[in-house]
T-cell receptor
C-alpha cells in the first residue's frame, strides 16, 4: 500500500541551528501539505503545495521557515534558526488535486523535533 | 475564522462501554467534517467523514452525524475495545478549500 514517507523520524537540535525535514508523497498526489502539531494540540497547516506552486503559506513563519517542492514531487521544510518553541511534530500529507469537493489527505508518520 | 472544538480529555473507559466524543465547529458555508485517529507511533488516519448536513459517516463501528442545526459532529461507538485506544481528532475542510482545520484532540484509553 502506498504511503507518505518522511525523514528523519526524530531530530534533536540546539536553538539557533538549522534543521530540515523531507517528505515524499504518494505517487500521483499533486497536492502536498506540511502541518505542525504542538504537543497536546491538533495539527495546524503551515504550507500547501499544488505541484511545485505554493497555494497557502499564510501560517508559515517566513522569517525562519521555508518550504520547497522543486520538481512537484518530494518536498523539504527548513527551519533556520530553530527556536525552543519550534519543538513539535511536523506532519506531511498528500492528496489528489481537488477539483470538486474534498480529496482525502494521507499522512506520513511525522518528524518529531526537539529544540534544546 | 474556521475552528473546531472538541471534548477535552483524556477519556478512560472500560472495554465494551459506550463512547461519545463531542465535537462542535464554526465555519461559513457548508464544510466537510472528519474524524481522524492517531494510534501510538503512527500517523493520522481518516476514520470517517461526512460532506453534507444529515450525512452519517461510519467505519469500524464508529459513527458520527453531521448536524448543521447544532454545528456538531459527535463521534460514537456502542462497544469500545482495548484496540480503540488512541488520540481522536475532529476536523473540517471549508467549502472549496482543501486544508484541514483540526480540534485539539481527545486521548482515549480503554481498559480491559
Amino acid at each position: 500500500e502506498a504511503e507518505v514517507a518522511q525523514s528523519p523520524r526524530y531530530k534533536i537540535t540546539e536553538k539557533s541551528q538549522a534543521v530540515a525535514f523531507w517528505c515524499d508523497p504518494i505517487s500521483g498526489h499533486a497536492t502536498l501539505y506540511w502541518y505542525r502539531q504542538i504537543l497536546g494540540q491538533g495539527p495546524e497547516l503551515l504550507v500547501q503545495f499544488q505541484d511545485e506552486s505554493v497555494v497557502d503559506d499564510s501560517q508559515l513563519p517566513k522569517d525562519r521557515f521555508s518550504a520547497e517542492r522543486l520538481k512537484g514531487v518530494d518536498s523539504t521544510l527548513k527551519i533556520q534558526p530553530a527556536e525552543l518553541g519550534d519543538s513539535a511534530m511536523y506532519l506531511c500529507a498528500s492528496s489528489l488535486p481537488g477539483t470538486r469537493g474534498y480529496n482525502e489527505q494521507f499522512f506520513g508518520p511525522g518528524t518529531r523535533l526537539t529544540v534544546l | 475564522g474556521d475552528s473546531v472544538t472538541q471534548m477535552e480529555g483524556p477519556v478512560t473507559l472500560s472495554e465494551e462501554a459506550f463512547l461519545t466524543i463531542n465535537c462542535t465547529y464554526t465555519a461559513t458555508g457548508y464544510p466537510s467534517l472528519f474524524w481522524y485517529v492517531q494510534y501510538p507511533g503512527e500517523g493520522l488516519q481518516l476514520l470517517l467523514k461526512a460532506t453534507k448536513a444529515d450525512d452519517k459517516g461510519s467505519n469500524k463501528g464508529f459513527e458520527a452525524t453531521y448536524r448543521k442545526e447544532t454545528t456538531s459532529f459527535h463521534l460514537e461507538k456502542g462497544s469500545v475495545q482495548v484496540s480503540d485506544s488512541a488520540v481522536y481528532f475532529c476536523a473540517l475542510s471549508s467549502q472549496g478549500a482543501q486544508k484541514l482545520v483540526f480540534g485539539q484532540g481527545t486521548r482515549l484509553t480503554i481498559n480491559p
